[in-house]
Nanobody, 127 residues
C-alpha cells in the first residue's frame, strides 16, 4: 500500500507558475500509474495528468496540454506537476492518485481507476 502527500500549492498570479509535489511512502512510485486530478468548489473532480508505471507514457487533459508537465523522480519517490502560464480557471484543490494495475488508455482519466489518494493541496490563481 502507498501513502501520498501533496505539497507546493499556493496563490499565484495569472501567467505564473507553480510546481506541485506528491511524495509517496510505503512503496515506490514505479509500481504505480500516478495521476493528478483537481476539484473546484461545486464542480466534479477533473483529470489533469497521468504518468504510467514505466514512465514512458504521459497524458494530459486538453485544458492543460502545453502548459502543465507531469514527471517523477524515483530516487526521491516523488511525482511532480509543473504548472506554467497559469489561468484563473486552474484554481482548485489538486490531488495526487495512484493505481497499481495495468495502464489503460480507456481508464486513466477516470478517478475510479485509482485506488490511492492524497489529501490534496490548494492552488489559487488570481486574475
Amino acid at each position: 500500500q502507498v501513502q501520498l502527500v501533496e505539497s507546493g500549492g499556493g496563490l499565484v498570479h495569472a501567467g505564473g507558475s507553480l510546481r506541485l509535489s506528491c511524495a509517496a511512502s510505503g512503496r515506490t512510485v514505479s509500481n504505480y500509474n500516478m495521476g493528478w486530478f483537481r476539484q473546484a468548489p461545486g464542480k466534479e473532480r477533473e483529470f489533469v495528468a497521468v504518468i504510467s508505471k514505466s514512465g514512458a507514457i504521459t497524458n494530459y487533459a486538453d485544458s492543460v496540454k502545453g502548459r502543465f508537465t507531469i514527471s517523477r523522480d524515483i530516487a526521491k519517490n516523488t511525482v511532480y506537476l509543473q504548472m506554467n502560464t497559469m489561468k484563473p480557471e486552474d484554481t482548485a484543490g489538486y490531488l495526487c492518485a495512484a493505481d497499481g494495475g495495468l495502464y489503460s488508455n480507456s481508464a486513466y482519466f477516470r478517478s475510479q481507476f485509482y485506488a490511492y489518494w492524497g489529501q490534496g493541496t490548494q492552488v489559487t490563481v488570481s486574475s
